[in-house]
């Protein structure tokens, strides 16, 4: 009987088999070779993110620098991504490689300006006219036949004014060729004295705060005025309201068209809705408050903290009122700045940039004292006003 080893190439592939095989055998390798390429790639990027993320700096290196004389009594604010300067002569608006953007002229004697994205209002506090400008270079006026006392703007260009008149005070609504959408008056007796206002981006919802005497005691309240179709049906467009015995409320802000807060010297009020905002968090204060800064996401309040090294406390709260971070320093400051997740407190020469979660970045003096600090699209990258040159720096 013949041996089963006797029929040459039974155990050997057919050359089909064999093609199939290799195929697969050199797709395998592929498939391991990518991902541990993957894998790779994946953990070198981690790894400098959490780099990035933890990193802290010791200081600056300068990229670019250019002359820029702030005159003397003008106030340096950023405005869309550039540097806005006012006085009572004018205004006007450069980038920061000094290229003038805008220009505008006007005669006050106690200039306001409010600045909503890419759309800023000027006004005389007494005056009768406000001026409108866009960060693309269009402007109008709107004339008033009372005294302005207050302004708030929207993006689109709406303005809310506080305007007195002899025994009563009003509240008017101009879209941005000076036509009145809407007007309603206050009186102390009814709902109190107008002390702040503001609107929202979209320039649908303005909120105000009163204050009035209640048998010598003082009372406030902060109402919402809705001038969508949502508020066409309410008594001067009046949605909602809240009351607050024995305290003063000077501030009412919008961070966003849903969310905006009050602020008092005993609490921290916030609000949520873009039709009829409802009161969602207060926050008791135990220290004095000294000034509040804010951006679309976030509240930083600046309070005196009572310690003898570290006078000065920063608090950030998010939209909705929750404590994020704080952090005790002692140098005389001039504003908070949030961009990317972080936020940057400069005054004189010192300037501190820390994250939203509490972890410092750089802690630093400057060599010119800071008129402004101005983020870019980079964490990593900030433009500086100084009173003679704008530069821009890197975080080295």
Not at 335 to 362: A, C, H, M, P, W
């Amino acid at each position: 009987m013949s041996n089963i080893e006797d029929f040459p190439g039974r155990d050997e592939l057919s050359p089909k088999e064999k093609l199939r095989k290799q195929f697969f055998k050199r797709l395998r390798a592929r498939i391991y070779t990518v991902v541990f390429i993957v894998v790779v790639v994946v953990a070198i990027v981690v790894s400098y993110f959490t780099y990035e993320r933890t990193k802290v700096y010791s200081g600056t290196e300068m990229l670019e620098s250019v002359v820029f004389d702030v005159a003397s009594g003008a106030r340096v604010e950023s405005f869309a991504g550039g540097i806005m300067t006012y006085s009572k002569d004018g205004a006007q608006a450069i980038d920061s490689k000094g290229n003038l953007l805008w220009n505008r002229t006007f005669d006050m004697q106690n200039p306001m300006a409010e600045i909503c994205g890419k759309t800023v209002a000027f006004a005389d506090y007494g005056g009768s006219r406000i001026y409108l400008q866009t960060a693309d270079g269009e402007s109008s006026e709107i004339g008033t036949d009372m005294p302005i006392r207050k302004i708030a703007v929207s993006d689109n260009g709406v303005v809310a004014a506080v305007l007195e008149d002899v025994k009563v005070t009003w509240i008017y609504l101009y879209n941005s060729n000076g036509d009145t959408i809407a007007y309603f008056r206050t009186t102390m007796e009814k709902s109190g004295y107008p002390v702040n206002l503001d609107i929202t981006p979209s320039g649908s919802i303005v909120a105000i705060s009163y204050y009035s005497l209640d048998i010598g005691d003082i009372k406030s309240s902060v109402a919402f005025y809705n001038f969508g179709d949502v508020g066409q049906n309410s008594i001067d467009n009046y949605v909602s309201g809240y009351n607050y015995k024995d305290s003063l409320v000077p501030i009412v802000k919008f961070l966003s068209n849903s969310a905006s807060f009050s602020l008092s010297a005993e609490r921290l009020a916030v609000y949520e809705g873009s039709e009829k905002p409802v009161s969602v968090k207060d926050t008791f204060l135990d220290k004095e408050v000294l000034s509040v800064f804010n951006n679309n996401e976030y509240i930083g309040l600046i309070l005196r903290n009572g310690a003898e090294k570290e006078k000065y406390l920063l608090q950030i709260y998010s939209a909705k009122g929750n404590l994020l971070t704080q952090k005790a320093f002692d140098f005389d400051y001039s504003e908070v700045v949030f961009s990317n997740d972080q936020f940057v407190l400069y005054g004189n020469t010192d300037i501190y940039i820390g994250t939203i979660d509490g972890r410092e970045k750089l802690n630093t003096e400057y060599e010119l004292p800071i008129k402004l600090v101005i983020p870019t699209s980079s964490s990593t990258k900030y433009v500086i006003v100084t009173e003679s040159s704008v530069d821009t720096v890197q975080l080295k």
